[in-house]
């Protein structure tokens, strides 16, 4: 027991070893300094969201050459004024316009953040400056330079905000102006082309440049029966209310059982609904105050400690928390814009402390349409004390029962990842036509290798080798689809914090390479994908294939078996130690996937990129000459995050009993797959097949070829080879020797085991007794020889327990449970190891189980922790529990 605690906390300490390594490791790589020095996670002015004098903290001069002085913003929403030099009377000619994009929209990118820009545009609406002031793209970081970013802005010089504007090739016939994609970022420019023409779409109908939006008026349809009040649920349900609630936590602040601020907000143009609210001498007496196109909506304060009318309010006449919003307008109230509300008169509507009813003055709203009441909030960053702000909104649509006609038909811009699935509809298909082929073809791996020999393996190689060339070609260089272990980092993160589907959406051929991956993984394991699939992985097989054609067969080989089982381990020491430090730091995890050489193989190239990362990757292509696979093998973390769910796969490789014995298939295993018992393990096998083709070769296969000599001899039939490897008996002469037949079953990884508490229950009992071996680790019997520990580990789990029953009340923060749970999980390791070692082999709905290594152990237990730490997880968050 002490051995295994020993070896469970030497891979811990390893794994952190490792992270301090790569910690300092890539404050040597270049670009890590200047990293700090450009866009990307740059720190903004403080003050910026609410400074009138924008272009004292931002370079507003740099976006709009000639300009010799700024106004304070205006608008709504806002922008500034650039003016040249004044002439003999003092006066400032006019020039145009600057813009911060944020002020405008939030549009995401890649990252799921705005890329923050600084734009200029002259009076004639064209742009003449942009400037990327904060970005949250890593691939501008680490995989594209952030130049690439600035470059695809220049193509917007000139250009007018009245031009169609689209990311890809021109059509002159429907009167698109094309613009160049990044190649690798095109979800990023996609989203840079929203936020750059929404921003100067927006000023450009208020200052005239472009028509202001025209929406119809609403056209009211009375509610049935007539003149009867509507109650407060009836109103939402008809959409004509909405509440807003935003929680402490989401501002950086200390955990509250009660919100920050809860707000109720409607209309008050239908006249039913405002005679439900209001009473009829209240509706009488708005609409007697409403001048022709002006609209009222009404705002409370329901619960919370935060004022919407803000502090602007009594400086200058301003309410500077609240905003409306209607597709790309946005409408601000001053104290002129303000009325009193003295109560509700719906049935149920909740008692409020704050109230307002604020007029809408502007042709362009229209009630009919949706609209959005927007709270800004002051958000603190924890970690550093920074503040920013952020918007918080909810949509208010009048149902169609209370139109005529019914609500108004609504086009909205598809959103990126929309545009790009439709601009690379053909190569998408093709794509994945070729994820279900090989697919196909590999569940068919058994009649290929029947028609293989050891001395023809074209049948199967035809195939393999044709998956190769197309895994380079199209998916690396040609899709650029190669996946990464920061995907992997991604999708546990966003599992466990927020789920977003459009940043997986964002480039489809990632996102159904992943559908491809996992499927396959929990059917046969990585070998599938890192074998057959992978373009790095498949490139570094290539070259060693072509070595040997070109005379270095000589020098080519193994490393010795001892060696190889030591650094087996180390892909696995990288993985967790990213995943440790992701933990802490996803920007810095990304930066650390560095020891991934993807990026500089397909995504940039080498002769784009530093050297030593260029050195990096022929390093490794260099060495892929004389050994096979290394990088697979030994440093891979994505291979390692793939092989751990491998221990659970549903198919397997074949075996026979003289497996156990024969060393043929162990001596011709490139991947070192198989032990000296013949025993197969899928964490490392890469699915060459090679070991598949002999064991229906009647020639190659030792143990057949001993029996197929014996009937010759004998002049007995040669029967065909049947589904356990040998030859359809015909006497009773057995098949195997008796020493072989009391070997290890090479069939299994590891020796059988039958747990006693399941011996005999079917149907109910049994699903009870699988959910109870899941979530129940003790084991009775072990109390006798290890009490303390199992003693322990009872009381850490019901630590942890009561570590979800606080973060559930918002009581601990994520990282907290987190490392609660993490604490838990490696305790479980070492208390299933002592008391219930042992794993289930094959599909979960079979008996198959067999003895754990510590390997299998951690995958198992990290596997199904994960899976309920992520349903907890979500489950809390959807309850309103959990801190940032």
Avoid at 71 to 99: N, Q
Avoid at 206 to 217: D, S, W
Avoid at 825 to 836: N, Q
Wanted: proline residues 5%; contains cysteine; glycine residues 8%.
């Amino acid at each position: 027991m002490f051995s295994r605690c020993h070896l469970l906390a030497a891979t811990l300490k390893r794994s952190f070893c490792l992270a301090a390594f790569l910690l300092a490791f890539t404050a040597l790589l270049p670009g890590s300094a200047s990293a700090k020095e450009g866009a990307y996670e740059a720190e903004l002015p403080a003050g910026l969201a609410q400074a009138r004098d924008m272009c004292a903290l931002l370079p507003c001069a740099q976006v709009f050459p000639g300009a010799q002085s700024f106004s304070e913003r205006m608008g709504t929403p806002p922008y500034v004024e650039a003016y040249g030099a004044a002439d003999a009377a003092g006066k400032k000619p006019l020039l145009g316009y600057v813009m911060l994009s944020t002020d405008i929209t939030d549009t995401p990118a890649y990252s799921g953040k705005p890329v923050v820009t600084l734009i200029g545009m002259d009076r004639a609406g064209r742009f003449v400056g942009t400037q990327v002031l904060k970005h949250s793209e890593p691939i501008l970081l680490l995989g594209i330079p952030e130049s690439a970013l600035l470059n695809f802005n220049k193509q917007y010089l000139g250009k007018s905000v009245a031009d169609k504007i689209e990311v890809g090739q021109s059509r002159p016939d429907e009167g698109v102006l094309g613009l160049d994609a990044i190649s690798g970022a095109t979800v990023t420019v996609i989203a840079q082309n929203q936020v750059m023409m929404a921003s100067g779409q927006a000023v450009a109908r208020q200052v005239g440049i472009l028509p202001p939006t025209l929406r119809e008026a609403a056209r009211y349809q009375a509610t049935e029966p007539q003149g009867q009040a509507l109650s407060w649920a009836q109103l939402k349900a008809l959409g004509a209310l909405q509440r807003l609630s935003v929680r402490s936590e989401q501002l950086g602040l200390a955990h509250s059982d009660q919100p920050f601020i809860e707000l109720w907000f409607g209309d008050l143009n239908h006249p039913d609904v405002a005679r439900s609210l209001l009473g009829e001498r209240g509706r009488q007496q708005l609409q007697a105050s409403l001048k022709p196109g002006e609209h009222a909506i009404f705002v409370v304060r329901s619960a919370g400690v935060e004022s919407f009318k803000g502090s602007g309010f009594v400086r200058g006449g301003l309410y500077d928390r609240v905003q409306l919003k209607q597709g790309a307008d946005a409408f601000t109230f001053r104290d002129l814009d303000y009325l009193n509300l003295y109560g509700l008169q719906a049935e149920g509507a909740p008692a409020f402390d704050e109230s307002a009813i604020f007029i809408v003055r502007n042709k362009s709203f229209s009630p009919a349409y949706p609209w959005k009441l927007a709270f800004l909030g002051n958000k603190v960053e924890r970690a550093t004390g920074t503040r920013s702000f952020v918007n918080f909104d909810a949509q208010v649509w009048l149902d169609d029962r209370l139109l005529v006609g019914g609500r108004p038909a609504l086009p909205e811009a598809a959103a990126p990842w929309v545009q790009v699935w439709k601009s690379r509809a053909l190569e998408i298909a093709l794509f994945v036509a070729l994820l279900l082929a090989v697919t196909v073809v590999y569940a068919l791996r058994e009649r290929l290798t029947r028609l293989s020999t050891h001395k023809n393996k074209w049948p199967v190689n035809g195939f393999k080798y044709t998956a190769w060339a197309l895994s380079i070609a199209f998916v690396g260089f040609g899709a650029m689809a190669q996946p990464s272990i920061t995907q992997v980092l991604t999708w546990f993160h966003a599992l466990l914090f927020q789920w977003t589907w459009s940043l997986f959406l964002s480039d489809p051929f990632i996102f159904c390479f992943w559908i491809f991956i996992i499927a396959t993984v929990f059917l046969f394991g990585r070998g599938l994908f890192c074998g057959w699939m992978c373009p790095f992985g498949s490139l570094s097989e290539a070259l060693y294939k072509i070595g040997s054609k070109l005379g270095l067969k000589r020098w080519q080989g193994h490393l010795p078996q001892r060696w190889h089982d030591r650094l087996k381990w180390l892909k696995y020491v990288v993985f967790f130690g990213l995943l440790s430090v992701s933990m802490f730091s996803m920007g810095l995890a990304e930066k650390l996937a560095e020891v991934e050489p993807f990026k500089t193989t397909f995504l940039v190239g080498i002769s784009h990129r530093a050297w030593p990362y260029g050195l990096f990757v022929c390093l490794i292509l260099g060495v892929s000459l004389f050994i096979e696979r290394p990088y697979c093998k030994y440093i891979c973390p994505l291979g390692a995050a793939l092989a751990m769910p491998s221990t659970f796969r549903w198919f397997g490789l074949k075996r026979k009993q003289d497996c156990n014995s024969c060393k043929a298939c162990a001596v011709g295993c490139g991947s070192l797959a198989i032990d000296a018992a013949g025993r197969i393990d899928h964490r490392e096998c890469l699915h060459c097949l090679d070991c598949m083709i002999l064991y229906t070769d009647a020639k190659g296969c030792p143990p057949l070829a001993k029996e197929r000599k014996r009937r010759e001899r004998d002049g007995l039939l040669i029967t065909p080879i049947g589904r356990d490897g040998y030859f359809i008996p015909i006497d009773s002469v057995p098949a195997i020797s008796a020493k072989v037949a009391a070997g290890p079953d090479p069939r299994m990884p590891s020796e059988a085991v039958s747990p006693a508490h399941k011996a005999g229950r079917s149907g109910l009992a049994w699903l009870a007794r699988e959910l109870w071996d899941h979530l129940w680790p003790w084991n009775a019997g072990a109390f006798a020889s290890q009490r303390a520990l199992q003693i322990a580990g009872f009381s850490l789990a019901l630590a942890a327990s009561l570590a979800w029953v606080l973060a559930g009340s918002g009581r601990l923060s994520q990282s907290a449970i987190i490392a609660w749970w993490f604490g838990w999980s490696v305790y479980e390791v070492l208390i299933r190891l002592a008391g219930k070692r042992y794993v289930k082999d094959g599909p979960w709905w079979k008996a198959n189980y067999r003895r754990a290594s510590v390997m299998d152990m951690l995958s198992y237990v990290g596997f199904k922790n994960l899976l309920i730490g992520a349903v907890l997880f979500l489950a809390l968050k959807s309850m309103g529990g959990l801190s940032a």
